[in-house]
């Protein structure tokens, strides 16, 4: 366990035994300022709505969030956010209780979750004195045990340098920007969540505890903090 991401305890509404397939996911993607988690924020989020492997297009959630840090000429260039854009948007503080209510009931899934999560639970224990309570699963974590399992798959026998989000998602024929957008990041991780549920049913894995166990988000924050290998921020 690293010091910047304390996972939440699993949610009481999880049931093991939950069918995957009628299960409600809310994918997600935050952009920020940078990674330095005491000085950097939050500056977008963005939320997709699955229920097992179909995709709710019409129930998304995106938000610009006034970051209290500076936005310098490298985010702009990463996110094409301006920092007139965000002047006026609502602090995390505000953002949180809509956030919060559109993920209620729902597994957070994020492709290296752990540095949304981290800024996420730092905001909602400042905010509103707890972390989130939401279980999390980490669609790099779920890549990993499936490329154990199928060696000769096209796309998951690649090498393991090739972990970024758009790599993995290219190869499975999902579209990709250039552009970091929160919003579009999520859609590209439901995108790849639905690939490889398939994957993980013929692996034998069809239950809400399965999926959480492998799931389990990735623990290299802190060689992710001090180089930003994995970043997209």
């Known amino acids: 366990m690293f010091g910047w991401f304390t996972r939440s305890a699993a949610a009481p509404f999880i049931d093991a035994k939950a069918p995957i397939a009628t299960t409600e996911f809310a994918v997600i993607d935050t952009e920020l300022t940078g990674l330095d988690d005491v000085k950097d924020g939050i500056i977008s989020i963005g939320a997709v709505h699955m229920t097992g492997g179909a995709i709710g297009i019409g129930d998304v959630y995106y938000h610009l969030v006034s970051p209290g840090a500076e936005l310098t000429a490298e985010n702009v260039v990463i996110h094409e956010i301006t920092p007139t854009e965000v002047a006026s948007k ?45 279980a999390v699963i980490d669609t790099y974590s779920i890549y990993e045990w499936l490329r154990r399992r ?12 090739r972990h970024k989000l758009y790599d993995i998602a290219k190869c499975f024929g999902i579209p990709v920007g250039s552009a970091h957008n929160a919003l ?11 690939r490889f549920i398939p994957l993980l049913q013929d692996a ?14 990735f623990e290299g924050g802190e060689s992710v903090k001090q180089t930003g290998e994995f970043s997209n921020f």
Do not use: K, W
Not at 184 to 194: E, K, N, S, V
């Open 90 to 134: 609502p602090s995390i503080g505000e953002v949180l209780t809509t956030f919060l209510e559109y993920c209620s009931g729902r597994i957070l899934v994020g492709h290296f979750v752990a540095i949304d999560m981290a800024f996420l639970n730092r905001d909602a224990r400042i905010h509103r004195g707890a972390p989130l309570p939401n």
């Open 150 to 161: 199928y060696l000769s798959h096209r796309c998951l026998s690649v090498p393991g340098e």
């Open 184 to 194: 579009m990041d999520a859609y590209t991780t439901a995108q790849l969540f639905q």
């Open 204 to 217: 034998g894995v069809r239950e809400v505890g399965d999926l959480l166990r492998i799931g389990i988000p």
